[in-house]
Each structure stands twice: as structure tokens, then as C-alpha cells.
């Protein structure tokens, strides 16, 4: 709340600020054209008035605002220099800070003398006077991230020692409400990998933010911080569009994550599309043996959308047995086109049956060349007699893909 407050204060200062330059120049436009002023009890004589008092107004505005043009270019250019150094300053203390603290955090992490209680209080005092600026603190963070990046082993526990020895959970809970993009994206990795859920809901709200990396790290803050899935069903996607990035950044944290508690059935029975692409990829790799989520992959073959019935056919032929894989291929492969054909052809080699084979020897005359020929790969590879059926046909397009089966598997084999 004290976060929200200070943001409100912040804003109705800056409000302040710029109609406060409004007044002064206004102020300003009433002094310079008259000869003498009393503002607020101080009289003040113009000495420049008798150089605009014969001016038709309009001119002396318009002179006004150019000489004010003038100033304010100059010291705008001044303080674009001196930002600048400043600028430049900074990012030398904190690139020097975060090597100073890498080493730090990295023999904190890995020595088991810190694991003593009374190590680690001295570690502590060592670290603490070097934590008094914004800078040396993001510089803490950065070099905690760039560690458990590396380190497989999850160093949450150990961190949040220090910050809560420290007084520091306060310092990164205030980054996710500044108005820089950074810092809430750092703030909200920090948290998710720290497990700290006081500010679940302002993730949420960064969630809806029309800033794409800001989004998309609030999505995968999201997924570590979940406990069942309510977030990924009921508020990723819903207002803005997933991207093929945003879909595989969910996905990789809930697999990385081992996030096991997942609807899947409400993922694949949804009304929105990038939802169920990432029920199908989940299913892929998280299958229950469950038969309504077969079913519900099944439905999604045939989709008008190319991703999802792609994905369904692939999740299909990763879980189903290769028996009840050729009877659905043998009852949807014809109404599929040709892409997604050739995607079923080059995830069935493994399939050992000879209704199969005998289906794609009736199948191959009404494909496409390419089609043709991974039918034709899948034939050489387990029934050679079948595949003389087309040696000699007539058929230009099916010769010219026996030609190219048998002249590739024979140089392999050379």
C-alpha cells in the first residue's frame, strides 16, 4: 500500500513541477512588459522595458519565447552532458560492484564454512556497508540472478537469509512498482525465484502491462510462483495475445519448474487458441495416462488453425500406441494437407504394422512428390517386396520418388 502511496505522491509532485514552469512563465510574460510589478509585496522596476514597451505584443511574446527557446537549449545540452558522466559513472560502480559481489555470493553459496551460523553473521557485517546505494543494491541482485542462472542447485533458501538478515526484501519489493522496466523485470525474477509472494498481484498487473518483455517476464514469474496452475488458466493470455515466444516461455518454466498440478483438460477444452497450444505441448511431455485428455487431443485434430492441429498430431503420435496410432492415421490422413502429412509420415518410421504399410502402398499414387517419398522411406525401411510394387510404374512422379528411396538408402549404405 505505502508503495502505492509514494507512487501517487511521485506523480502528483511531477504534475506540480510542470505547472508550477507554466505559472513562472507566465509570471515571467507579465513582468518583462510592464515597467514596474508588485508580486506578493515585492516591487520589482523591469530594466529592460523601455526596449519592449513600443513592441505590439504578439512580437514581444514571440521574442519572449525565443530568447526562453535559447536558455533552455543550452540547458538542456547541459544537462544532457552532465546525466551523461553521471550516467557513465554509474554503470563503472555497479559493473565494479558486481564482480565484488559474484565472488562474494559464489564462496557464501559454495563453501560449507558459511553454512556455520556465526560465518555467515560475519559475511553479513562485511557485506552491509557496502549495500547503502541503489546501485551496490541492484548490483547484489544482479549478481544473485547471474549465479542461480548457472547453478542448477536452487539457492533460494540460502539468499533469503541474507536478505532478510539484511533488511533488503523491502528494497526489492519497491523495484517492481518503479516506473523503469528493468527494474520490474528484475524485481519480478528476483521474486519468482526467491518464492516470495507479496506482490503476486502487482506481477499480475505487469502481466497486462503493453510492454512485451515486461509481459513475458511476468508470465514466466508467474509459473514459478504458482501453486496450482489458477494463473496460468485464468489470467495468462486473456488479455493480450500470446506469442510463439510468450507460449515457450510459459512452457519451458513449467517443465523447468516441475510444475506437476495441471488442468489439462481446462487447458484443451478452452475457447482460447494459445491456451490450448499450451495444453497440447504440456500433454506432449506431462501425460497422465488419462483417457479424456486423449480425447480432447483428438478433438483438435483436423483444426482450422495449422499450430494447434500440428501440435495435436504430434502429441498424439508421442503418447498413443503405435495400434491405435494406425487406425486414426489410416481414418484422418487423407483429409490433412500436405504439410501436415509429411509431419505424421516423419514420426510414424517406429510403427511396425503391416496395415500400415499396405495403407501407405494404397495411399501414395493420389500424393505429392515429397509426400510420396517419405511413404516410400517408411516402406524400404521395414517391407522392401512392397516397395517394387512402383518400380516399374508408369507414373512419372512415383518413379521419380522410387528413384530417389532407393538411390538414398543404397548410398547410405555405401
Given at each position: 500500500?505505502?508503495?502505492l502511496?509514494?507512487?501517487?505522491?511521485?506523480a502528483s509532485l511531477k504534475?506540480l513541477?510542470?505547472?508550477?514552469i507554466?505559472?513562472?512563465i507566465a509570471?515571467?510574460i507579465y513582468?518583462?512588459?510592464?515597467?514596474?510589478?508588485?508580486?506578493?509585496?515585492i516591487?520589482?522596476?523591469?530594466?529592460?522595458?523601455?526596449?519592449?514597451?513600443?513592441?505590439?505584443f504578439?512580437?514581444?511574446?514571440v521574442?519572449?519565447?525565443?530568447v526562453?527557446?535559447?536558455?533552455?537549449?543550452?540547458v538542456?545540452i547541459s544537462l544532457s552532458h552532465?546525466?551523461?558522466?553521471?550516467?557513465d559513472?554509474?554503470?563503472?560502480i555497479?559493473?565494479?560492484?558486481?564482480?565484488?559481489f559474484?565472488?562474494?555470493?559464489?564462496?557464501?553459496?559454495?563453501i560449507?564454512l558459511?553454512?556455520?551460523?556465526?560465518q555467515r553473521?560475519k559475511?553479513?557485517?562485511?557485506?552491509?556497508?557496502h549495500?547503502?546505494t541503489r546501485?551496490q543494491?541492484l548490483a547484489l541482485?544482479?549478481?544473485?540472478l547471474?549465479?542461480?542462472?548457472?547453478i542448477?542447485?536452487?539457492?533460494?533458501?540460502d539468499?533469503?537469509?541474507l536478505?532478510?538478515d539484511?533488511n533488503?526484501?523491502?528494497k526489492?519489493e519497491?523495484?517492481?512498482y518503479?516506473?523503469?522496466?528493468?527494474?520490474?523485470?528484475l524485481?519480478?525474477r528476483?521474486l519468482s525465484?526467491?518464492q516470495?509472494?507479496?506482490?503476486?498481484?502487482?506481477?499480475?498487473?505487469?502481466g497486462d502491462s503493453?510492454n512485451f518483455a515486461?509481459?513475458?517476464?511476468?508470465?514466466?514469474?508467474?509459473?514459478?510462483l504458482?501453486?496450482k496452475?489458477?494463473?496460468?488458466?485464468?489470467?495468462i493470455?486473456?488479455?493480450?495475445k500470446?506469442?510463439?515466444?510468450?507460449i515457450n516461455?510459459?512452457?519451458?518454466?513449467?517443465?523447468?519448474?516441475?510444475?506437476m498440478?495441471i488442468?489439462?483438460?481446462?487447458?484443451?477444452s478452452s475457447s482460447n487458441?494459445q491456451?490450448?497450444?499450451i495444453g497440447?505441448?504440456?500433454?506432449?511431455?506431462?501425460?497422465?495416462?488419462?483417457r479424456?485428455?486423449l480425447?480432447?487431443?483428438?478433438?483438435h485434430?483436423?483444426s482450422?488453425n495449422d499450430?494447434i492441429?500440428?501440435?495435436?498430431?504430434?502429441?498424439l503420435?508421442t503418447?498413443?500406441?503405435?495400434?491405435d496410432?494406425?487406425?486414426?492415421?489410416?481414418?484422418r490422413?487423407?483429409?490433412?494437407p500436405?504439410?501436415?502429412k509429411?509431419?505424421?509420415?516423419?514420426?510414424?518410421?517406429?510403427?511396425?504394422?503391416?496395415?500400415?504399410?499396405n495403407?501407405?502402398?494404397k495411399i501414395?499414387?493420389?500424393?505429392s512428390?515429397?509426400?510420396?517419398?517419405?511413404?516410400?522411406k517408411i516402406?524400404?525401411k521395414n517391407?522392401?517386396?512392397?516397395?517394387?510394387?512402383?518400380?516399374?510404374s508408369?507414373?512419372?512422379e512415383?518413379?521419380?520418388a522410387?528413384?530417389e528411396?532407393?538411390?538414398?538408402?543404397?548410398?547410405?549404405q555405401f
Open positions: 500500500m505505502k508503495y502511496i509514494y507512487k501517487y505522491i511521485r504534475m513541477f510542470w505547472v508550477s507554466a505559472a513562472i509570471v515571467c513582468v518583462f512588459y510592464h515597467s514596474e510589478s508588485n508580486i506578493l509585496g516591487s520589482f522596476t523591469n530594466p529592460i522595458y523601455e526596449y519592449v514597451k513600443n513592441m505590439y504578439w512580437v514581444y511574446i521574442l519572449y519565447f525565443i526562453f527557446s535559447v536558455l533552455s537549449t543550452f538542456f552532465y546525466f551523461n558522466v553521471k550516467r559513472q554509474r554503470l563503472k555497479r559493473d565494479r560492484y558486481y564482480r565484488f559474484t565472488y562474494i555470493l559464489t564462496s557464501y553459496f559454495l560449507d558459511y553454512r556455520n551460523e556465526n553473521k559475511l553479513f557485517l562485511k557485506i552491509k556497508p549495500l547503502k546501485t543494491i541482485f544482479q549478481s544473485y547471474k549465479i542461480q542462472d548457472t542448477t542447485k536452487n539457492l533460494s533458501d539468499f533469503k537469509l536478505l532478510n539484511l533488503l526484501q523491502i526489492l519497491s523495484l517492481i518503479n516506473k523503469d522496466f528493468d527494474d520490474r523485470i524485481a519480478i528476483m525465484f526467491l516470495i509472494h507479496t506482490c503476486d498481484k502487482q506481477i499480475m498487473v505487469c503493453d515486461l509481459r513475458t517476464e511476468a508470465y514466466a514469474g508467474l509459473v514459478r504458482m501453486e496452475d489458477e494463473h496460468l488458466l485464468n489470467f493470455g486473456e488479455k493480450h500470446l506469442s510463439i515466444l510468450d516461455v510459459i512452457v519451458n518454466e513449467v517443465l523447468k519448474n516441475k510444475k498440478d488442468n489439462y483438460r481446462a487447458l484443451l487458441q491456451k490450448i497450444i497440447l505441448i504440456l500433454a506432449k511431455y506431462r501425460y497422465r495416462k488419462n479424456n485428455n480425447i480432447l487431443i483428438i478433438e485434430i483436423g482450422s499450430l492441429n500440428n501440435l495435436a498430431w504430434d502429441a503420435l503418447l498413443i500406441p503405435d495400434d496410432c494406425v487406425d486414426i492415421i489410416i481414418d490422413f487423407e483429409n490433412e500436405d504439410n501436415i509429411l509431419n505424421i509420415l516423419e514420426k510414424s518410421h517406429h510403427v511396425m504394422s503391416k496395415r500400415f504399410f495403407f501407405l502402398v501414395i499414387g493420389k500424393q512428390l515429397i509426400v510420396k517419398i517419405e511413404a516410400m516402406i524400404f517391407d522392401f517386396d512392397l516397395l517394387e510394387n512402383f518400380m516399374n508408369e507414373n512419372d512415383i518413379k521419380m522410387y528413384k528411396t532407393a538411390c538414398m538408402y543404397i548410398n547410405q
